[in-house]
């Protein structure tokens, strides 16, 4: 199936990224070592660093790439902006997160399209994301649905690759991570894209910096709705 359809028809798909991994995986690192504690956020099994626009040139090329802009064209299906981008570190040892969606239908900021770039492999013992074939086109929400929503659920699939690979998603699939069994941390890039006259997750506008601004082209301009 190629990865229109798969997006189409399975609500995901895993296709290789626009960044070489090895230099990412610095970036990021060193990123998220000089982020401030507000931009921080330690949840119970991740750890979040806010506004990946304006920490890095090394970042700028994700959320233009036209792979992902032509999934936006295609599940948003009209005039979109980036919600939000952040890193996501899944600490070893965490459980798995319960099947939700991204945004409910009623939402202004539906239809959402969701990314992750996998800085380290997802894999299957280090929390690969899972998601369930088909359920961004059921009306009904895992909570609607399930009792247990961390346990699997029949049919799921992981969304695994190598590291510099995107995942990208409909955002009323039905997915979560998995467990982190493995002895590392499962690094990633998560962002959303939602309609442009939908409330953006990050007020980009007002925390660009000159020197992002100096160096973003037209597209990205447009897209960070400058
Ligand atoms: O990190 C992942 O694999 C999934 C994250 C996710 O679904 C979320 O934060 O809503």
Redesign the pocket.
Known sequence: MDATSALQEQGFVVIPGPARHDLLANAYTAAVASATSDDIRIGST?TKVNDFVNRGAEFDSLYVFAPLLEACCRVIGRPFKLSSLHA?T?RPGSPA?EL?V?VPRDSADWPLL?F?LMVDE?RLDN???RFVPGSHRWSGTPEDTISDLRAEYNGQVL?CGPAGSL?IFNGSAW????ANMSSGP?R?L?GAFIPRDGRAGTDFAARMQPETRARLGSIAQHVLAL
């Open positions: 991740s996501r899944l997160q939700h991204d969701g992750i997802f929390g690969a994301t969304a995942l997915h979560g991570h998995t499962r990633s998560q």
